[in-house]
């Protein structure tokens, strides 16, 4: 029987697909509160992930005054969560389809607990055994986790969603991302001042973990894993959750289709992607995502306070204060582009937001040109002289203070860096708030740093720029004439 428009209302709280058939019962289905309970127990993974990613930007200011750390070693202990993520991530998919993706995360939040309590308790661990050692330990733990939450959680939200709310839902993991990067640093604010603060902002996860591990116990199986094992009868009461209010038939289609792509996934093979048509579109894709890592963001996460301890704030508390507007223009940047998605379109979005980012770009490696006064880097300490800001940008030098004027030395182990930091009198106020402004035009761009030397800031920004523009010229010229694809699931 068919429906128009000059049809009496029906009521759609219990739907006979005989009447209105799949594709309007689909459409009738609204999200329910079970749906929003597991979506968000499952995104605290995804909080999670944003806080340690975060975290990192304000404790490494805290850490220096009780752990003295080289350079190197300061990079150690911020990549070793990256390196714990790539390793995990590329078993996580392999992990979640062997044990499902209930246990997967529920792995994960244990990972993430016993690597919060590693960092928290660094001091205490490290009587026999060098801190630094306990501190990339524990990044490491913490990377694992990051590596399986970030494939695993926006897929099982998308599998217990109702299908036309999966864009919108799977959105929320972001928010909770973004959000815990927001909070990481205002809890960074609160614990700038006691001593060992940093230990506080390690084992605050705890909490988010112990959480998601209370309640994930009354999360079920995703519906399509449970197919893939054969429990299809535990696979339906699951959807029938997911769906209330609808007529069996609609509930075993769904059991059907889902039955028919992992039908189709397994007589697939690897070989299909590098041959005609998928090539193309693989490189493209690919390459736009590869551009987007290298042109530049993680580096505003993981040193956002240390990059406002070059521009010239001088004390702990008020660089990760400063620094905020780094991860709050970020999380507002997030929610608005939400909202804009669907109106404006993702390729819209991507080749406006490039544009914002190549122009932060320029304005973030000006504004540091002039705040180290015009000065590239010298050969040698010495050759720095009285100019303290391109003095302490490289890594190799210290700035003493001697009266009211200074000067620029190597390194020395007894001199602190937040020490020599203060030394530095006064700030080109020009640089800052052009590189402040750039910083914002950036963030907005929402793209990603994967690898980021601190002691040639200006030229590396510079080298990322041109990245970017190569990433816009490739949107362009490609997008326009081979994919426009909505992603299925």
Known sequence: MSISSNNSKLDKDHLTFNE????????????????????????????????????????????????????????LVVGAMLFGAM??????????????RRVTLLLAAIIFAIGSIILAFTTLLSKNISPIIILVLGRLIVGIAIGLVSMVVPVYIGEISPTIYRGKLVTINILMVTGGEFVS???????????????????????PSFIQLLFIYFIPESPRFLIRRGKIDCAREILSKIYPNVPSEFVQKKIDDIHDTISQDASGSYKQLIRYPNLRPLII??????????????????????IMKMIGFNSAKLDITSSIIITGTNFLSTVVAIFLIDRVGRRRILLYTLIGV???????????????NKVFKSGSCIEYGANCEACLIDDRCRFIMSGTS?????????????????????TNAQGAWLTLLGLFLYVIGKSVILVMSIKEFYLWFIFFCSICYRDWKCSMDYTRRIISFKYTW
Do not use: R
């Open 185 to 207: 640093y205002l809890i960074s604010i609160l614990f700038s001042i006691p001593d060992h603060g940093w230990k506080w902002l390690f084992g605050i996860p705890i909490i």
């Open 87 to 100: 390793v995990s991530g590329i078993f996580a998919g392999i992990l979640s389809d062997c044990i499902g």
């Open 285 to 306: 894709a690919c390459s736009l995502q590869a551009f987007q890592n290298l042109s530049g963001f993680s580096v505003t996460m993981f040193y956002g306070a240390t």
């Open 406 to 426: 200074g000067t620029c030395v190597q390194n020395s182990d007894i001199l602190s860096e937040d020490q020599s930091l203060n030394a530095c009198q006064s």
């Open 358 to 372: 190549i122009f932060g770009l320029i304005i973030i490696s000006s504004g540091f040109f002039l705040i180290t």
């Open 20 to 75: 209105l058939g799949f594709n309007n019962v689909e459409e009738a289905v609204k999200v329910t509160p079970f749906v929003y309970f597991m979506t968000f127990i499952i995104a605290i993974g995804g909080f999670m992930y944003g806080y340690n990613s975060g975290v990192i930007s304000g404790a490494m200011l805290l850490l220096e005054k009780d752990i003295p750390m080289s350079g190197f070693q300061k990079g």
